[in-house]
């Protein structure tokens, strides 16, 4: 297909114990409102190139991989608000070589956190993979990562990663 859409979302309840660190058993339980809304797209440019991305946003997105992993603040008791998303480009060269450029961010809402919590996490990512045979193919992917902390420094690290893909 030459242009693919869709959209997503959630709405539900979590329970969350809020701890205190001075008290000697667990602390308060409460509920908190979960949602989210997601858009994602596609776009193939000829039969060889492919742009890819996805936009979040929502509340309480820890447990489905946003806002950092985060969910309630602890010191603010408050759900984490957060929106992101990617974009990545595929290139097939001939039959055999694929390459992938992309970029992704996750942003918590700032108001949201307290002193020491994660508050932007931003990757850069480049890879290629090779069909050996078949459906086997080996890959090597470089990323670049940065994570931004409320009141401390911001944390950098590059990764070389590979794999072997098998897909059935």
Do not use: M
Request: hydrophobic share 40%.
């Amino acid at each position: 297909r030459l242009f693919e859409c869709g959209i997503a979302g959630h709405v539900g309840r979590r329970q969350v114990v809020l701890q205190n660190p001075s008290a000697a058993s667990p602390g308060e339980v409460r509920q908190y409102s979960s949602w989210s809304f997601v858009a994602d797209g596609s776009l193939r440019l000829g039969e060889t190139t492919l742009i890819e991305g996805e936009y979040f946003i929502g509340q309480l997105l820890g447990d489905y991989s946003g806002a950092i992993f985060q969910t309630v603040d602890p010191v603010k008791a408050v759900p984490i608000r957060a929106r992101g998303g990617w974009v990545q480009l595929t290139q097939q060269i001939g039959t055999r070589w694929t390459v992938h450029a992309g970029f992704g961010t996750d942003d918590p809402f700032d108001q949201d956190l307290a002193s020491a919590e994660r508050k932007t996490n931003t990757e850069v990512f480049g890879n290629v993979l090779f069909r050996i045979v078949g459906r086997l193919r080996v890959g090597l992917e470089l990323s670049w990562w940065a994570t931004q902390w409320v009141d401390n420094p911001t944390a950098t690290a590059f990764r070389v990663e590979n794999a072997v893909l098998y897909a059935f």
